[in-house]
């Protein structure tokens, strides 16, 4: 689990590879997020606008899922560049507001069964 996770949007993969080493900085206008596996986040939101329900899907469907592409080689420094699957970006930017909170309802639900707090 990441303790400290900046989202953000680049042009490119390697607009976004730049970014290695020194963070997107203010232009890329980052959205911070703290202590979430970020692979799994992405996938779990990927997987809810192919196949929108509230029902949290089993576990096996979520690790089934495609992972997010590397944008640059993991090393084990902790710091990690994914590619978005290509429709999440366009999905999460018209999704309505219900459709948001349906979807942030159905990870929170799946946080908590994975923490045992359910």
Not at 34 to 60: G, Q
Not at 110 to 118: F, Q, V
Request: net charge negative.
């Amino acid at each position: 689990m990441a303790h400290d996770i900046v989202f953000f949007l680049a042009p490119d993969d390697e607009t976004a590879a730049a970014t290695y080493l020194g963070g997107p900085g203010r232009a890329f206008e980052p959205v911070p997020c703290h202590f979430i596996e970020t692979d799994t986040a992405i996938a779990e939101w990927d997987m809810y606008f192919e196949e929108p329900s509230a029902e949290v899907p089993p576990l096996e469907q979520l690790h089934g899922w495609p992972l997010p592409d590397w944008v640059t080689a993991p090393l084990n420094d902790g710091v990690e560049v994914f590619a978005l699957p290509r429709r999440l970006p366009r999905a999460l930017a018209s999704a309505s507001s219900a459709e948001l909170e349906e979807l942030a309802d159905r990870w929170t639900t799946r946080l908590k069964s994975a923490d045992g707090t359910t």
